[in-house]
């Protein structure tokens, strides 16, 4: 009877991850940079979340609603390129989407490689020194934003089967993957460009404000003012390179809402961010009701 039961669970299990429909997206290697190990999922202590870490080959798990509008966004989670915040900053915004009818693509985008607890790795290099954190972060960077640019051109390409309109992809990140979708909002070519951008309290320090491109497309930046990373002045200064631009554009700037608030409920207005995109993005006419 037990041997019954754990092969039942067994089955079970495969059945959960096969149903997962996950996509492998092509990706320029390099010999720059070394992962050993694999990639690794866990839950961290030390953020309350489940985590990934130590990425090598960029993938995306698609999410579907049940009735799609045709409007979809990658969600790049973040952590400080170390990490993904995996559920409140993808999986947990993806569903939310769904019910909106909104198709979500979770990026795995290549993050610094790391040993067994790439969070408690990124906790010791903060609180022991500081600076070493931009020297890692440096390298991998230009290949998480050219893992995002994939991912746009992967749904684009195969927009027909995926149900989606090739012409209403948005790109949105959190901290690191904002930096990520700065990245990609300097560096789109015809075949990748976005056709939203959507960073969330975005790591500028990481990735400085650029030169606005002259086909730009609409952005809606949020944070909060006190984000403990000193992020907002950053978000400020972005938002308005577009409106200088004279690009369509928007902000939502929270009182309080502090750093990494994702999906997680804090009983602040900032619980609502996601909400205010939606209304953002039916008023662009991104998106349909």
Request: hydrophobic share 45%; with cysteine.
């Amino acid at each position: 009877m037990k041997k019954n039961i754990v092969f039942l669970l067994f089955i079970g299990l495969i059945q959960v991850t096969v149903g997962q429909e996950i996509i492998e997206l092509a990706h320029e290697k390099t010999t720059q940079i070394e992962w050993q190990g694999g990639e690794k999922a866990y839950f961290s202590e030390l953020w309350q979340n489940d985590v990934v870490t130590n990425v090598s080959s960029p993938t995306m798990q698609v999410f579907r609603p049940e009735k799609p509008n045709g409007t979809s966004v990658v969600v790049a989670p973040g952590g400080a390129l170390y990490a993904l915040s995996i559920t409140s900053e993808g999986t947990a915004v993806a569903e939310w989407l769904n019910t909106k009818g909104i198709t979500a693509f979770v990026l795995k985008y290549r993050l610094v490689p790391t040993g067994k607890d790439g969070v408690q790795e990124i906790t010791d290099d903060v609180n022991n020194n500081p600076a070493i954190v931009g020297e890692k972060v440096a390298p991998v960077l230009p290949y998480s934003i050219a893992d995002g640019l994939a991912a746009i051109a992967y749904i684009r390409e195969n927009a027909a089967a995926l149900k989606i309109d090739a012409n209403k992809i948005g790109f949105m990140g959190f901290s690191a993957g904002g930096a990520v979708t700065m990245g990609v909002a300097y560096h789109y070519t015809k075949v990748n460009r976005p056709d939203f951008l959507v960073p969330v309290y975005p790591w500028t320090t990481v990735m400085p404000i650029q030169e606005v491109p002259k086909d730009a497309p609409p952005m809606f930046v949020i944070c909060a003012s006190d984000d403990p990373l000193e992020l907002a002045p950053g978000s400020i200064e972005l938002y308005s390179s577009w409106l200088e631009a004279d690009k369509p554009v928007a902000l939502q700037m929270y009182a309080k809402g502090g750093h990494g608030f994702g999906m997680k409920k804090q009983g602040l207005p900032s619980d609502m961010w996601i909400q205010r995109f939606y209304e953002w993005a039916i008023a662009l006419e991104l998106t349909t009701e």
